[in-house]
């Protein structure tokens, strides 16, 4: 059974850098075809997809935030990072890691985490 767990810091000042870090258990990040997936939702609104990171390091970022963000990797303890800059208080969501199989749908997604970007 393949597990994630976000971690990072509940509250963020404006104009810092949010870094949080998914930790999985129960599968590689290396395993063929998938892709390691960062999700946010902003209070009252729909679900957004931020970026990727795949089995084969390979990143990807939706155009929205590709100039603040940036995912990485540590293989060695099977985790995977995102860092974005520059938060304002419209950063504040629950933010969630999922995988991605590439079949149409995630499969297995962390329990999310609150993030609060104020003063």
């Known amino acids: 059974q393949v597990q994630l767990q976000e971690s990072g810091p509940g509250l963020v000042r404006p104009s810092q850098m949010l870094s949080l870090t998914c930790t999985v258990s129960?599968?590689?990040?290396?395993?063929?075809?998938?892709?390691w997936t960062w999700i946010r939702q902003p209070p009252g609104k729909g679900l957004e997809w931020m970026g990727a990171?795949?089995?084969?390091?390979?990143?990807y970022y939706s155009p929205a935030l590709k100039s603040r963000s940036s995912i990485s990797r540590d293989t060695s303890k099977n985790q995977f990072s995102l860092q974005l800059n520059s938060v304002t208080p419209e950063d504040t969501a629950v933010y969630y890691c999922?995988?991605?199989?590439?079949?149409?749908?995630?499969?297995?997604w962390g329990q999310g985490t609150q993030v609060t970007v104020s003063s």
């Open positions: 990171i795949a089995y084969d390091g390979t990143t």
């Open positions: 129960g599968g590689s990040i290396t395993a063929n075809s998938n892709a």
């Open positions: 999922a995988r991605d199989p590439r079949l149409g749908a995630y499969d297995y």
